[in-house]
């Protein structure tokens, strides 16, 4: 047995849960308004069973234990392992131990090392950066809030320094403050920059970003990626402005450091920066806990840049499919919940969020209010690139926009974006439905030759209809040794998953590119169950078996999902007390569902 399952073993998912809320028996399970939405009418479901809970209301999520603690206090999966370790008296394994003492050296070296940069600051060498400081309007009390400093020059002071205080040198290299040259010698990774640390959710400094004070290229530096720091699943400030987006119901997205630095300095303090890059899977993972109103600060003068209109296309793909939680494959209004909304405020020409802030908060403050949702703003946008004037410029903005706009699971918004995009054409309605029917057709077709009635493989290709545990880790393996069949899972719901420790990797799985970045991001009590997946003996087959193989396990999963539902739905029952509305529409939801999975082939 895991450390992991041996932590789970000793749990009660009632006393965890009760623990937080204030729980009422109804029929087999126990009942509560949810604790992760307001409601009147509880939807929030404990079964003591299947040791589950769910919310059939706004939330529509679920889990088991450990990912009731990671939600509810705001943790990783493996803080929130380690919690519930300590509550049963487990000790976990000594490499997930050491694994996270390591990391948590890290942490202490980066601390260490923003303090050699604040204290350089404040010396005399730091006088050039402090004016530069106080030229871009930045208070002292700003400076020590965000911790600004400054590397030396000299490539070997913050080494001396580490040294000196009996930091090995070896951990200063992972932790990404030194760098070793080919030739085995080590040097300061930064020098001469203005130094921005950048911190976990958690507030812990995870890796930098330097600015160069003169002519240095490139005139911004992060640091390379390490176990604790990978600059596409952060977010600038966002340890700052986490409380100040959950109480305003918003989040603003900048891109650089001193746009959110003047930002918070002057009252707005939900403001976070994605540091130059289009918003990621794990980036609006952390957003999304937070608010469902988002909104993009861009300056027009880039907007008509083909990278930032791919970074806009990117973001908006990343917040449709986090929309709906990847929920494509499941059942209509038993999961829906509000939608996250993404929108632009386009910003005066040649003013980037710090100068504005700076120069006219009132107008930062109507743009932001005022900020379209991001396919109005694109629709002329993305026409202004090609020659409408011509029917193959029209048919080029329809194919750029096509997908985005079929992405939009409303389908009352998708209509009225259809229609803004003909009045921006200059066409009838007809005619671009007429091009856009063609469009879906070569999609249909495309899709067709994946999904049409595949026959599923033979019973010793997949684990027994009974193996519910061996199901969801016989599908990871799967999908970890066949990256090219990463669509066909790309929008499955991680909620399908009933194990925390697979769901987990999972949701990883789906913003990973490659394997081996997969594993760096995980914590390090889910590395060994990983490695055991991946070293995982399979029945060598061709690519048509192995797709019919994951067309087949990912249908039984949802199907042993969707039935754990409604034996939890049926389980709130009690004698002659009618459900809920709530509960009653998911019953049927769910039924609906399951007889459309069992009607298709495969079954």
């Not at 194919?399 to 066409?427: H, K, M, W």
């Not at 009974?466 to 969801?472: H, M, N, P, Q």
């Not at 769901?503 to 914590?523: A, G, K, P, V």
Request: charged share 30%.
């Amino acid at each position: 047995m895991s450390s992991i399952d041996d932590v789970k073993s000793r749990l009660d998912i009632v006393d965890i849960v009760g623990g937080y809320v204030g729980l009422q028996k109804s029929g087999r399970s126990f009942k509560a308004t949810c604790p992760f939405h307001n409601e009147k009418t509880p939807s929030f479901i404990v079964n003591p069973q299947r040791q589950s809970w769910r919310c059939f209301g706004a939330c529509a999520i679920g889990g088991d234990a450990i990912s009731f603690v990671m939600r509810i206090e705001n943790l990783d999966f493996g803080l929130a392992l380690r919690r519930l370790a300590d509550k049963v008296g487990v000790t976990l394994t000594q490499a997930s131990r050491t694994d996270s003492d390591r990391n948590e050296g890290l942490y202490r070296i980066n601390s260490t090392t923003a303090r050699f940069y604040q204290d350089t600051l404040k010396s005399p060498e730091g006088q050039n950066a402090r004016t530069y400081l106080e030229s871009r309007g930045v208070d002292a009390e700003t400076c020590a809030k965000f911790e600004l400093g400054l590397s030396p020059s000299s490539r070997d002071r913050l080494k001396s320094h580490l040294l000196k205080l009996g930091i090995d040198e070896a951990q200063a290299v992972l932790a990404g403050v030194l760098r070793r040259a080919d030739d085995g010698n080590t040097f300061d990774f930064f020098g001469g920059r203005l130094m921005f640390p950048i911190h976990d959710r958690r507030g812990r400094i995870a890796g930098f970003g330097g600015r160069a004070l003169d002519d240095s290229t490139p005139k911004y530096l992060n640091t390379a990626q390490t176990d604790i720091f990978n600059k596409r699943s952060m977010l600038y400030a966002l340890h700052l402005a986490g409380e100040s987006i959950n109480s305003k119901k918003t989040g603003i997205v900048v891109e650089g450091y001193m746009d959110v630095i003047a930002a918070h300095q002057h009252g707005y303090t939900n403001v976070v920066a994605s540091m130059g890059t289009a918003l990621t899977e794990h980036q609006v993972s952390q957003l999304k806990s937070l608010a469902k109103d988002f909104v993009l600060a861009l300056d027009p003068d880039a907007a008509g840049q083909e990278a930032t209109l791919r970074s806009l296309e990117s973001s908006w793909r990343v917040f449709e499919r986090q929309s709906v939680d990847g929920r494509r494959r499941s059942v209509g209004t038993l999961y829906q919940r509000e939608p996250l909304r993404l929108r632009i405020a386009a910003l005066p020409a040649g003013l980037d969020p710090d100068a504005l802030i700076r120069q006219d908060r009132r107008e930062w403050e109507r743009l932001t209010e005022e900020a379209l949702p991001l396919l109005e703003y694109l629709i002329p946008v993305v026409a202004g690139r090609f020659d409408t004037s011509t029917g193959h410029g029209k048919a080029q903005v329809v194919e750029t926009l096509f997908p985005l706009i079929a992405s939009v699971e409303n389908l009352f918004d998708q209509e009225r974006y259809f229609r803004t995009l003909a009045q921006v054409l200059d066409v009838s309605e007809e005619s671009l439905k007429a091009s856009i029917g063609r469009l879906r057709e070569g999609t249909a077709r495309g899709r067709g030759a994946d999904r049409k009635a595949p026959q599923p493989p033979d019973a010793s290709a997949a684990p027994a209809a009974g193996a519910e545990v061996s199901l969801e880790e016989f599908t990871l393996t799967l999908l970890l040794r066949r990256p090219d069949l990463r669509e066909l899972a790309d929008d499955f719901s991680p909620q399908c998953f009933h194990k925390a420790e697979n769901r987990e990797i999972f949701t990883r799985w789906q913003s990973s590119t490659r394997i081996d970045n997969l594993r760096e991001s995980l914590d390090a009590s889910l590395k060994g169950h990983f490695d055991r997946l991946d070293e995982r003996d399979l029945v060598p087959a061709d690519t048509r078996e192995s797709r019919l193989a994951v067309w087949q396990c990912l249908q039984r999963l949802e199907r042993r999902h969707l039935q754990g539902l409604q034996e939890g739905l049926l389980a709130t029952e009690e004698a002659g007390v009618p459900p809920p509305r709530e509960v009653e529409s998911a019953i049927a939801e769910v039924n609906a569902r399951l007889k459309e999975l069992f009607s298709e082939p495969g079954r």
